[in-house]
């Protein structure tokens, strides 16, 4: 029974808020990402799958947080049957101990006496039998809850690595990105140039020249845009990413 004693659910993660938000409730913070994901929705300017992500990857910490209490709950009931059985043990062997001591004294009765003896003998096995289940069945349940918790911390840190990657991939992007806006204002310089030195040349071929001109401001807006959205996107994910880590770091505890 003092081992049993000796071990239990505190060494479950019975927390797994980050750094950044211990103070604030694990249900509160899903009711927040979840209404961050409906202004992401609504807005529609930066990709949700990140947002959901960590919303799934939360609701599953709070799943395993509901079990933790209800493997604690169980355990609870079972640590207070075993006191039971060893009480009502106590109790019998107590008894046993009476009833031997008249066996000793009563040699009349001792017939009577040697079945109560008996009796008490088996009741005391019964119990015995019956708290040792109880102690098996206990540490059993506590395995398995255990396996079943690295299992789902492996598929969250396999989450997080895939949360990374993608942000290798939008890093990748805005660089691309980056790099061709610097072209395209190049070219745009260029442009201006040529302009200044055909002013003298047909009215034909500076309305060619004004409309050509038109299309390169078109295109460096909308890649100015596609730059800005990709750096908002990276914005996002960074934080996003940096919540996470905590997370897993806490997991890791």
Do not use: H
């Not at 992500?53 to 009931?77: D, P, S, T, Y």
Request: glycine letters at 2%; proline letters at 1%.
């Amino acid at each position: 029974m003092a081992e049993l004693e000796q071990t239990s659910w505190t060494t479950m993660p019975g927390s797994w808020e980050t750094n950044s938000d211990s103070d604030e409730p694990l249900n509160s913070k899903i009711q927040r990402k979840r209404q961050e994901l409906q202004t992401a929705l609504t807005s529609g300017k930066s990709s949700t799958a990140p947002l959901r992500k960590q919303i799934e990857l939360l609701e599953r910490v709070q799943g395993l947080e509901q079990q933790v209490n209800a493997f604690q709950a169980r355990e609870n009931n079972y640590q207070a049957q075993i006191r039971v059985k060893e009480q009502v043990i106590q109790q019998k062997q107590t008894e046993l101990d009476n009833k031997q001591t008249q066996l000793t004294s009563q040699t009349t009765k001792s017939n009577q006496l040697q079945q109560q003896v008996n009796s008490l003998q088996g009741q005391i096995t019964n119990l015995t039998r019956e708290k040792k289940a109880l102690e098996e069945r206990m540490l059993k349940e506590r395995q398995e809850a255990l396996n079943t918790f690295k299992e789902e911390k492996t598929q969250l840190e396999t989450s997080l690595k895939s949360l990374n990657e993608q942000k290798d991939t939008f890093q990748k992007s805005a660089d691309y990105l980056r790099e061709t806006l610097k072209g395209a204002e190049k070219s745009l310089e260029e442009v201006k140039k040529e302009l200044a030195l055909s002013q003298e040349k047909a009215q034909a071929v500076e309305e060619e020249k004004e409309k050509e001109l038109t299309e390169k401001k078109e295109e460096l807006r909308q890649r100015n845009e596609a730059f800005r959205t990709i750096q908002e996107r990276n914005t996002s994910l960074g934080e996003k990413l940096s919540s996470a880590q905590s997370e897993i770091s806490k997991l890791s505890e």
